[in-house]
């Protein structure tokens, strides 16, 4: 069974720093990628990163700002998020799709398996 979990949201001030972290099973993923989504707005891509760690696509809005990264002999995704503002608020969510090659992937319909979410609001 596959699946994805994440972790590691919370409620943190403008400024600050979190990690996100999604444990992958049930099979080996190519290109994995975040995205998240705030109340009202639609899902939107945030990052993306290729089976071996050496492509990343960013969303402008958090380039300079989020890094991913992944550490596939622990078969875990991050998403480590630096200086995060208010706008930053969403919940977050971990995507996986199976497959070859390296390429990196921004729509929402490329990926085939999702986790749950976890939550990540930043107050100012």
């Known amino acids: 069974q596959v699946q994805l979990v994440e972790s590691g949201g919370g409620l943190v001030q403008a400024g600050d720093s979190l990690r996100l972290s999604c444990a992958a099973s049930?099979?080996?993923?190519?290109?994995m990628g975040w995205f998240r989504q705030a109340p009202g707005k639609e899902r939107e891509f945030v990052a993306a990163?290729?089976?071996?760690?050496?492509?990343?696509d960013y969303a402008d809005s958090v380039k300079g700002r989020f890094t991913i990264s992944r550490d596939n002999g622990k078969s875990t995704l991050y998403l480590q998020m630096n200086n995060l503002k208010p706008e930053d608020t969403a919940v977050y969510y971990c995507?996986?799709?199976?497959?070859?090659?390296?390429?990196?992937?921004?729509?929402?319909?490329?990926?085939?398996?999702w986790g749950q979410g976890t939550q990540v609001t930043v107050s100012s």
């Open positions: 995507a996986a799709k199976p497959g070859l090659g390296s390429a990196l992937f921004r729509r929402a319909s490329d990926y085939g398996y």
């Open positions: 049930g099979r080996t993923f190519n290109a």
């Open positions: 990163i290729n089976w071996r760690g050496d492509r990343t």
